[in-house]
Nanobody, 124 residues
Framework: QVHLVVSGGGLVQPGDSLRLSCVFSGFTLSSYAIGWFRQAPGKEREFVVGIARSGGTIDYGDSVKGRFAISRDSAANTVFLEMNNLKPEDTAVYYC?????????????????WGQGTQVTVSS
């Protein structure tokens, strides 16, 4: 059975950094692409970053390029989202998701499994 558990959110100030973790079970990274998404109140779910199941291809959403980074630890069954230079517009609930395909998808509805989400609030 597949499970994804997201953690690491919190309240930070603009310019701060935060690292989110997505711990998964029931599958291996060699078989699933992983995506990070976020959803702010009243807005649609937004693609943040995705990593191919090989780990060799990474796609970032335009709003986070140069500030966010995805990484993974296969031995620990964990995918990380490192967020730097956070801005108030980054405030959202962040989710990780998994799909059994080669490359990550930018459309949230293509993902099969989802973590529960973690709140990130950027405010002074």
């Amino acid at each position: 059975q597949v499970h994804l558990v997201v953690s690491g959110g919190g309240l930070v100030q603009p310019g701060d950094s935060l690292r989110l973790s997505c711990v998964f079970s029931g599958f291996t990274l060699s078989s699933y692409a992983i995506g990070w998404f976020r959803q702010a109140p009243g807005k649609e779910r937004e693609f943040v970053v995705g990593i191919a199941r090989s780990g060799g291809t990474i796609d970032y959403g335009d709003s986070v390029k140069g500030r966010f980074a995805i990484s993974r630890d296969s031995a620990a069954n964990t995918v990380f989202l490192e967020m730097n230079n956070l801005k108030p517009e980054d405030t959202a609930v962040y989710y990780c998701a998994a799909v059994s395909r080669i490359f990550a998808a930018k459309n949230w509805n293509e993902y099969t499994y989802w973590g529960q989400g973690t709140q990130v609030t950027v405010s002074s």
